[in-house]
Nanobody
Framework: QVQLVESGGGLVQTGGSLRLSCAAS????????MGWYRQAPGKEREFVAS??????RTNYADSVKGRVIISRDSTRVYLQMNSLKPEDTDIYYC????????WGQGTQVTVTS
């Protein structure tokens, strides 16, 4: 059973930056496409960004396009978040794309105005 562990969240002001990181216990991410997702209380989890393992091709939700960059190495997946807005406040999760592994606990991102 893969256990996903997200980290790097925090409290930042509008316009600030954070770098989220995701690791999987007991394995590398090869050869899976990976993604970042986010969820606010009472709302459905939504897609944020993904990266193809083979090609490195990335895909972003319109709401974050131009402000976030997803990257990966063999053991971690990263989400560099810039120009953060209050509406980016959520719990952020990583998972395969599509999401087929069990969800981790996520990492809280809070952006203050």
């Amino acid at each position: 059973q893969v256990q996903l562990v997200e980290s790097g969240g925090g409290l930042v002001q509008t316009g600030g930056s954070l770098r989220l990181s995701c690791a999987a216990s007991g394995r590398t991410f090869s050869p899976y496409d990976m993604g970042w997702y986010r969820q606010a209380p009472g709302k459905e989890r939504e897609f944020v960004a993904s990266i193809s393992w083979n090609s490195g091709r990335t895909n972003y939700a319109d709401s974050v396009k131009g402000r976030v960059i997803i990257s990966r190495d063999s053991t971690r997946v990263y989400l560099q978040m810039n120009s953060l807005k209050p509406e980016d406040t959520d719990i952020y999760y990583c998972n395969r794309r599509p999401a087929t592994w069990s969800w981790g606990q996520g990492t809280q991102v809070t952006v203050t105005s």
